[in-house]
């Protein structure tokens, strides 16, 4: 199963690369510096109700509030 191992780190390179390019500009790397992330379901009812606060961030859409949750003291 070699493809779906290169595949993997394929994608873990690329998350990688997303996550350098947010903290250069300070963004939360899972919502994007919006502070709140959609559901699928969003897509077809936009409705407020389906925003969720950033888990990864608190909410905040900061890199460095996203930064302390990956490395939790
Ligand atoms: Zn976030």
Redesign the pocket.
Known sequence: MNIIRSISSWNAGRIEKKINEMKDIGN????????F?TTIASYYTPSFDLLYD????N???QYS??EMQQNPM
């Open positions: 939360c790397p899972d919502c994007k510096g919006n502070g992330i950033c888990p990864g961030c909410g905040t859409g509030e996203w």
